[in-house]
């Protein structure tokens, strides 16, 4: 049960030194991700699910062009202040049909995937 719990808790992203040095890493990986997979897209969607989603979707969320889907199980802790405007927050597992969800069951594909 304690193992379910743990896994289902979005990850702390570090504050200080850490979290300097982890914001470095992942804007790093994520612009080698854009390079590779969404060049030349316009207005890439990115969805970003599971323990590091709050993270990745900080180093996404920075660039202007990126629409980025925030995929969270719970809400708890969850700042959209600390975020960028463009980026959306669900709660999965959705209350209601995935294809009645304007964000996720949207008419444009997700050009990347982070889970």
Do not use: Y
Request: with cysteine; net charge neutral.
């Amino acid at each position: 049960a304690a193992r379910e719990r743990a896994e289902k808790t979005p990850a702390a992203v570090p504050t200080g030194t850490a979290g300097a040095e982890l914001a470095q890493t992942l804007a790093e990986l994520s612009a080698k991700l854009r390079q590779a997979f969404l060049c030349g897209a316009v207005q890439p969607r990115v969805l970003v699910l599971g323990r590091s989603a709050r993270a990745w979707a900080k180093a996404f969320g920075g660039v202007a062009l990126c629409q980025v889907v925030l995929g969270e199980t719970t809400l708890e802790r969850l700042h959209m202040d600390d975020f960028g405007p463009n980026i959306t927050a669900v709660l999965l597992p959705l209350p209601t049909a995935l294809a009645r969800d304007s964000v996720l069951a949207s008419e444009r594909n997700f050009d990347l995937a982070i889970a």
